[in-house]
């Protein structure tokens, strides 16, 4: 399967739900309810699970996106936006894709968008509300394209980029899949469904922090807040190797279980990512992450106590 839906991702995420979610009773919330008449302390049940709130699409070129129906449309606007105030054509993604003469194959470039879930608009019966909006683009590598495409070494300022090691998406040395900075559109990596793992998992990084040297809308991530009616602790930023760093989920080329990505493959005669390869080099990944709420019965929150997995 190269290219996903509205509707397919809807259904995966409904049938991944009971898998993926791990939704639990976690706690109870206390609150402060006053009256003209005085004050009481009521409680609510305070629940926790994983929720489907970003699509991650890499690409080599806007017509083989993943997920055409929404990505063509803004990919195309922030490149024809972004080509006119720079004067330039961005409509080739490096050209990295297929050329015989090549000599450096593991360098792999790819464009990359993170849109936001269709599923992250479901009704909240008994789900947290979700931070995400549906169909909002937090990313577009194009207008980011100073820092995506290495025209400005931001990335380089920072150690992680230069310490062997430091924040890999797998276990250095013994087995990585690649390093998460300089989080920058070029990787290397021989496998392509890695690749676009790494690549994923550094957009993530960077759009669930704020103020980090990239353009993008800032994904809200920590904290408590109170959302539709409910107190919400929302995810903590995504981490690599870390399952409340977030849980990835293959859309294109296959649906895949909820996973972390960085599986040590060395002694396996089966790659991560074999048999899950797109002729278009396009792949996309909807990312779970990690919520807990409870309903709001009074005026003054005054704590909970936590009993569950977070």
Not at 32 to 58: E, K, M, N, Y
Not at 177 to 183: A, D, I, M
Not at 215 to 232: C, E, N
Request: aromatic fraction near 10%.
């Amino acid at each position: 399967m190269e290219i996903t839906s509205t509707a397919a991702l809807l259904a995966q995420a409904v049938a991944s739900y009971p898998a993926c979610a791990a939704w639990h009773v976690s706690g109870i919330c206390y609150w402060l309810q006053c009256t003209p008449v005085g004050c009481s302390i009521r409680t609510s049940t305070r629940f926790s699970h994983f929720a489907p709130d970003l699509v991650v699409s890499t690409y080599h070129d806007v017509a083989t996106h993943p997920w055409p129906e929404i990505g063509i449309p803004l990919a195309a606007a922030s490149r024809g936006l972004l080509g006119t105030l720079l004067g330039v054509d961005l409509a080739d993604s490096a050209g990295t894709q297929s050329q015989a003469d090549r000599t450096d194959k593991q360098r792999r470039f790819r464009d990359a968008d993170v849109i936001g879930h269709p599923a992250a608009g479901l009704p909240d019966l008994v789900t947290c509300p979700s931070a995400v909006i549906p169909f909002v683009p937090y990313y577009q590598s194009p207008l980011d394209a100073a820092v995506w495409r290495s025209y400005l070494p931001a990335e380089l300022l920072l150690p992680a980029s230069w310490v062997p090691g430091m924040r890999e998406v797998g276990t250095w040395p013994l087995n990585t899949w690649g390093n998460l900075y300089p989080r920058t559109g070029e990787v290397v990596q021989q496998h392509e469904v890695k690749a676009a793992a790494v690549l994923s998992q550094r957009i993530a990084d960077f759009i669930t922090r704020p103020a980090q040297p990239h353009v993008y809308a800032y994904v809200p991530s920590g904290g408590t807040r109170r959302r539709r009616g409910q107190l919400v602790w929302d995810p903590p930023p995504a981490r690599e190797n870390d399952p409340m760093g977030g849980l990835w989920q293959m859309n294109v080329a296959l649906p895949t279980p909820c996973h972390v990505f960085g599986l040590n493959d060395t002694a396996s005669p089966v790659s991560y990512g074999d048999a899950m390869t797109t002729r278009s080099g396009s792949y996309a990944y909807t990312l779970w992450r990690p919520y807990a709420c409870c309903r709001v019965r009074g005026q003054i929150f005054l704590g909970s106590i936590q009993f569950g997995l977070w």
